[in-house]
């Protein structure tokens, strides 16, 4: 028997749809809920708790922030991660609107978003293969940060900081490091500066 040891580090990249967990849409209203998932094979309708819901994956509900943890305590799983209504930034509502469906079924509308969700999700964890050019391995990492996310968008600016930052000019880069250090009025900026490589900034405590 031969025995092939593989470097994962060197090794082919594994296709996005291979690593990435799935992701769905919950729409929960006053008569019941329903649910779909394109990569997870989801697509149910129900009333009462939706606890029947395939776990170790992320689902965008349509209910704000506040109302998402006590949703999570009824369905009684630790495994599921539920996801406010703005997770997307526009809000599942905003989406329905702008494409004129909100006038769809419930069981439709969550066929139709969950189809948009998987889409938007698997185009940015290519974009973060594409500009991270990181291992597998450290790679596998950054997208589940991202799938951990308040948001898509905080999870994309996380990882993709450094890649961002190095697009900046070099005011832009200023304009960034003056309003960090004077965040919260702790700094006055006095004077500034830029050379090749680096920003000096001449900060003093404000005046009380």
Not at 32 to 59: C, D, Q
Not at 68 to 75: D, F, K, N, P, Y
Not at 79 to 107: G, N, Q, V, Y
């Amino acid at each position: 028997m031969t025995i092939r040891l593989t470097d994962l580090d060197q090794d082919d990249l594994t296709p996005i749809e291979m690593i990435r967990d799935p992701i769905g849409v919950l729409l929960i209203d006053e008569s019941g809920w329903s649910a779909a998932s394109i990569k997870a094979g989801f697509s149910e309708s129900g009333s009462g708790t939706p606890s029947g819901l395939p776990g170790a994956m992320s689902w965008i509900t349509n209910k704000p922030y506040d109302l998402v943890s006590g949703i999570r305590m009824t369905m009684g799983k630790s495994d599921i991660r539920l996801r406010a209504i703005d997770w997307l930034k526009p809000d599942l509502e905003e989406m329905l609107e702008d494409w004129a469906a909100d006038r769809f079924s419930r069981t439709k509308k969550a066929d139709l978003l969950a189809k948009s969700v998987d889409r938007v999700l698997r185009i940015s964890f290519e974009a973060i293969r594409i500009y991270s050019d990181l291992s597998p391995t450290k790679e596998q990492a950054l997208l589940n940060m991202v799938e951990k996310s308040g948001s898509l968008a905080t999870g994309l600016r996380t990882v993709l900081s450094a890649e961002m930052d190095r697009d900046l000019t070099m005011e832009r880069k200023l304009s960034g490091a003056t309003y960090t250090a004077m965040k919260f009025g702790a700094f006055v900026l006095e004077d500034s500066s830029i050379s090749e490589d680096e920003i000096l900034v001449r900060l003093r405590p404000p005046r009380f």
